[in-house]
């Protein structure tokens, strides 16, 4: 079992950056794949970006691809999520999450959840 805690969100401009932070405790942090969501009031949560077990390898949704950036110090059982030129629509609440495989974009294939940091853009 892996816990995960997220932090690092806020309120920014429009074309602002961010770097969120997800913390993981327990000894099987580096054989995991990891993943961020986001979710905004009345949506579903939705993939944003993953990255494989050693930090070799990243997927990103369409949405933030060439924005963001997904990264990970296995050493320090750390996950960052990079949010550059950031645009209203990724006002949301970001979460962290453990994958049972990579590349994994649907939240069904993720099993251990940090409780979110919410990001706010404003216009």
């Known amino acids: 079992q892996v816990q995960l805690v997220e932090s690092g969100g806020g309120l920014v401009q429009a074309g602002g950056s961010l770097r969120l932070s997800c913390a993981a405790s327990?000894?099987?942090?580096?054989?995991?794949?990891m993943g961020w969501f986001r979710q905004a009031p009345g949506n579903e949560r939705v993939f944003v970006a993953a990255?494989?077990?050693?930090?070799?390898?990243?997927f990103y949704a369409d949405s933030v691809k060439g924005r963001f950036t997904i990264s990970r110090d296995n050493a320090e059982n750390m996950v960052y999520l990079q949010l550059n030129s950031l645009k209203p629509e990724d006002t949301a609440l970001y979460y962290c999450?453990?994958?049972?495989?990579?590349?994994?974009?649907?939240?069904?294939?993720?099993?251990?959840w940090g409780q979110g940091t919410q990001v706010t853009v404003s216009s």
């Open positions: 999450a453990t994958a049972r495989s990579y590349p994994a974009t649907t939240q069904y294939k993720y099993d251990n």
């Open positions: 327990g000894r099987t942090f580096s054989s995991y794949a």
């Open positions: 990255i494989n077990w050693d930090g070799g390898n990243a």
